[in-house]
């Protein structure tokens, strides 16, 4: 069984003079033709009640056939909907219960197959409502009344219908919520209009099952406006630009609302005039419109009332103000008015009356037929004169027209005076200085700096060259990338500026060398050495590396180290081929270094091998001391203590492995002198004078190229008048 579809606006009759074809759905003629009948149920239906179309479709003679296809369904008002045809020849349409009370004609369509033809049928059906009426009455407190200003709609129904509400509405707009009825049957709406017309408001109830749907007859409400007349009054009628005036407003009855004033009939936000409500009169004073003066001419003022909620709007009569200055005469003079390129001259300016406003200036426009203009501002003093001294530099030369004019004050009138003024062609080519950035570099890609000066016309064009013939010639810039030759080695630039005249400078050149290949660097070597003393306990050593570079020579080196094995710190740069770092005892440590040349370019890192420091003090018990020997405490000593001797051959032996070196003790007046052997073969002879007191000094240090067991002998000598020799310590570097 179908239910009703979406309504479809095709008549029975349309669809019985479709039938009369007679033919298939496929246009072709069907063989057996058919015989349909329609009924409903129940028949009568009460209001509420469903209603079941059954269309019962059979061959004609009934030969027993299996039907198929599907019948439309249709009342006089259009399309109902369409249901399939089951085997036996029964289709069914569910029409829903709210059929108006009276006969209803329906029609059942078969639209027949391949196999069979159309057919159709029809049948009446009587619908029921047996609900009771419900009369709906509407009233209104006021009518006509007054526009925006709210009423009373009263309702009242007879008898009060089960779903106990009513809504209000309008013909041909829009529709109120609903309001509950009380207990009387009554219902209040406030309603207002918000246009002068008459409205056409009715109430209508909401059907039940019980109560009809009711609606009252149109009630014609009619909304009225008030007529308004405004007037203004101007004082005084004429003012200078600067001047202000008076606006007076009526308007009867009072307005709601402030009202705009207009100037020359455009309305300007900013200028209102107050309007009591109570009184309808205002009045307001006005300067200037926007903050700026007034321009010279007739305005004509006029008042604008836009209405309120309950009054039209109306405009007053136009009132004209009229904006005047005194008349004035500017004279204009050009002292030389004829000068060359680049040099200075005089404009004067008289203003007759003089300004009776500062700062007043007159502004002169210079201009050539080419469409070059220059611009001047000259100031006036209080007798209405002035002059201004102006360089033509960058002046093209040629025959300029000068227009002044005067427009600053506000109660003298513009003026406008005319001069003319020549400037002779330039004829100098402009100065240039060209200099590359560097004295090598590692990229044929460099930026020159090509300052350029012209005093007459302006640097405007710059030519560039490797080799002085081929030219490039581009806008000028004091800066210009510029790809040099390839293939290393030393190149030449070449450079000429033009200026706006078409004069150019005679060549000039500069030099940078072209290098890309890396420099090269040795591996940084160590060793402990002499002459130096601790720094916070910690010792300095001697790095010593080399690098060369064929083309632009070493610029400078990049030092980094590596302690226990962490990570590089940050390089050092350096200039020379050494350095003197101060070291902790019990840490291995590890240099590299790499060389940068003027170019820019860099090698790759050179690793020096990783070697360890270690500190002795004068009591390790790798030092054995023969004679006498006294140890002294001192915070001047390396770890506050030290072993001292002075008698000669008392001697200290001191075992180590390692590759280099150093012995620490005290250099001062009375210190005397050692001889030191290691693994018995004599060094040389140390002396530990010195004119000052120098405190943990090494005196003697040595490195060898490999790592072995060795042993220092210091032998003191017993020096006469200063005999005393010191062991601080010592550092072996491994």
């Known amino acids: 069984m179908r239910s009703i579809r979406a309504f479809r606006p095709v008549t029975a009759a349309v669809a019985f003079a479709i039938l009369a074809t007679a033919a298939g759905p496929n246009g072709v003629h069907a063989s057996t033709t058919t015989v349909t009948a329609l009924w409903s ?16 479709v059979r061959p004609s003679p009934d030969s027993g056939q299996q039907m198929d296809g599907q019948v439309s369904f249709y ?5 109902l909907g369409f249901a399939p045809v089951s085997g036996n020849g029964i289709a069914h349409l569910t029409v829903p219960g709210f059929l108006a009370a009276g006969p209803h004609e329906f029609f059942a369509y078969y639209s027949g197959s391949e196999t069979f033809g159309q057919s159709y049928g029809q049948t009446t059906h009587a619908a029921n409502d047996s609900r009771i009426p419900v009369r709906v009455d509407i009233t209104s407190s006021e009518n006509p009344s007054l526009r925006n200003t709210g009423i009373e709609i009263l309702i009242s129904t007879d008898p009060i219908p089960d779903t106990g509400s009513v809504r209000l509405r309008q013909v041909g707009g829009s529709s109120s919520g609903p309001v509950e009825l009380d207990a009387d049957g009554h219902a209040k709406f406030t309603w207002w209009g918000s246009q002068a017309r008459v409205y056409e ?66 309305p300007l936000t900013n200028w209102f005039i107050p309007v009591d409500s109570a009184s309808g009169t205002g009045e307001a004073t006005f300067s200037s419109p926007n903050g700026e003066p007034f321009h010279d001419g007739v305005y004509a003022l006029q008042v604008v009332y836009a ?27 050009i002292e030389p008015a004829r000068i060359l390129p680049g040099q200075e001259f005089t404009v004067s300016a008289r203003l007759t009356p003089a300004p009776t406003s500062y700062p007043a200036a007159v502004g002169v426009t210079f201009s050539v037929p080419i469409g070059v203009e220059e611009r001047v501002t000259i100031p006036l003093d209080s007798s209405g004169t002035g002059s201004v001294v102006v360089s033509a530099n960058k002046w093209p030369g040629g025959m300029y027209s000068a227009s002044a004019t005067f427009r600053s004050d506000l109660f003298v009138a513009d003026a406008k005076a005319m001069g ?13 200085n060209l200099s590359v950035p560097s004295p090598a570099t590692n990229s044929r890609d460099i930026v020159l700096e090509t300052i350029a000066t012209d005093d007459a ?51 000039t050149s500069d030099s940078i060398v072209l290098d890309t290949a890396a420099p090269t660097a040795t591996a940084p070597k160590q060793a402990l050495s002499s002459g130096v003393g601790l720094s916070s306990g910690r010792l300095p050593i001697r790095l010593t590396w080399t690098g ?10 990049e030092v980094a180290r590596q302690t226990d094995g962490g990570a590089w710190s940050t390089p050092t ?27 820019g370019n860099v090698s790759g890192w050179q690793y020096g091998t990783t070697f360890r420091l270690s500190g002795y003090s004068e009591a390790t018990g790798a030092a054995r001391y023969a004679g006498s020997w006294s140890s002294v405490a001192s915070t001047a000593y390396w770890g506050g203590k030290t072993k001292a001797a002075s008698a000669a051959g008392a001697n200290v032996k001191f075992t180590f492995t390692g590759r280099s070196i150093a012995w620490v003790t005290l250099k001062a007046p009375a210190r005397g002198k050692a001889n030191i052997y290691v693994n018995g073969t004599f060094q040389g002879t140390v002396d530990l004078y010195a004119s000052s007191w120098q405190g943990q000094r090494i005196a003697w240090a040595k490195t060898w190229t490999t790592s072995a067991t060795r042993t220092l002998e210091i032998r003191v000598l017993g020096t006469s008048g200063r005999p005393r020799v010191d062991v601080d310590g010592f550092w072996v570097g491994s």
Request: proline share 7%; with cysteine; glycine share 8%.
């Open 457 to 507: 016309s302006g640097v405007t064009a710059i030519r560039l060259s490797n080799d002085g013939e081929a030219w490039q010639e581009r806008s000028y810039a004091p800066t210009q990338a510029w790809t040099l030759d390839a293939g290393s080695g030393a190149k030449a630039v070449w450079a000429m500026w033009g200026d706006a005249a078409g004069n150019w400078s005679v060549p």
């Open 573 to 599: 740069t350096l200039i020379g081929t050494s350095q003197t770092p101060t070291l902790s005892s019990g840490h291995t440590y590890r240099f590299r270094v790499r060389a940068v040349d003027k170019a």
């Open 420 to 432: 003319a003024l020549e400037i002779f062609n330039d004829v100098a080519p402009p100065v240039g």
């Open 307 to 333: 209405g309120g909620l309950t009054t039209n709007p109306s405009s007053s009569e136009a009132v004209p103000l009229v904006v005047g200055r005194d008349p004035s005469v500017l004279d204009l003079t």
């Open 548 to 557: 060369s570079d064929a083309l632009s020579g070493i610029a400078s080196y």
């Open 75 to 79: 009342e006089d008002s259009g399309f």
């Open 201 to 266: 408001l009715y109430a209508c109830t909401l059907g039940s099952l019980v109560y009809k749907d009711s609606c009252s007859q149109v009630l014609n409400q009619e909304v009225f406006a008030l007529n308004t007349t405004t007037t203004l009054e101007v004082e005084p009628s004429t003012i200078y630009p600067s001047g202000s005036f008076t606006a007076r407003v009526t308007i009867s009855p009072p307005p709601e609302s402030d009202i705009n004033l207009r100037l020359n009939g455009v």
């Open 41 to 56: 149920s129940p028949n009568p239906s009460e209001w509420g009640d469903e209603v079941i179309l059954t269309a019962s």
